[in-house]
């Protein structure tokens, strides 16, 4: 598969549904063994068990002992890589968010990878499943798109890697590009 910079863009206008439930991919960040940011830097653990396994399933785990995460894991067996998935346009079962969210406001209920967990109920029950089956779907974009890149947000190291993309244009992302 991909190193994890090439899958973060990739997945940009990709769909990915959980129950039927979910949307466009519009903000991703890429994390890999080799970067002193990502979560397999220092070697497999029992919390990124997940994040070695094999490519297209999913790592869920919790940040800051509040909010679960979903990356997909997009390098070979036991390298340790994964995408983040940081925002949705929300497309399907917005009823279904907003209750679980307790939000109306469609921009704020996948703007950033708590809020895109928390409206599509993940939790770490999902960690390591595949994400080419249920619960999971995941679709590819279904018009060309454009995609930009920019600094990660919220991490203290490797803060310069510009492995921060999203759908040029969308006010769907957690936060906006720079210029």
């Known amino acids: 598969m991909a190193p994890p910079d090439e899958v973060a863009r990739q997945l940009i206008g990709a769909t990915l549904l959980v129950d039927g439930v979910g949307g466009v991919i519009v903000e991703t960040e890429a994390y890999d063994a080799a970067d002193p940011a990502s979560h397999c830097f220092n070697g497999q653990t029992l919390r990124n068990v997940s994040m070695f396994g094999p490519p297209g399933h999913a790592y869920v785990y919790q940040s800051y002992g509040l909010h679960w995460c979903l990356n997909l894991v997009c390098r070979p067996t036991g390298h340790g890589a994964g995408v983040l ?3 949705l346009q929300p497309t399907a079962g ?5 209750r679980r969210r307790g939000v109306e406001n469609t921009l704020l209920l996948c703007a950033g990878p708590g809020r895109v967990c928390q409206a599509l109920a993940v939790t770490r029950d999902l960690d390591g499943q595949s994400i080419s089956a249920p619960p ?3 679709l590819p974009a279904q018009r060309p798109i454009e995609v930009v890149t920019g600094p990660r947000i919220g991490i ?7 492995w921060r993309f999203g ?4 006010r769907f992302v957690s936060r906006v590009f720079p210029a």
């Open 85 to 87: 998935i940081r925002a």
């Open 94 to 98: 917005l009823d279904t968010m907003r």
């Open 136 to 138: 999971f779907e995941l």
């Open 156 to 162: 203290s190291k490797a803060v310069d890697v510009p």
């Open 167 to 170: 759908l040029k244009g969308s």
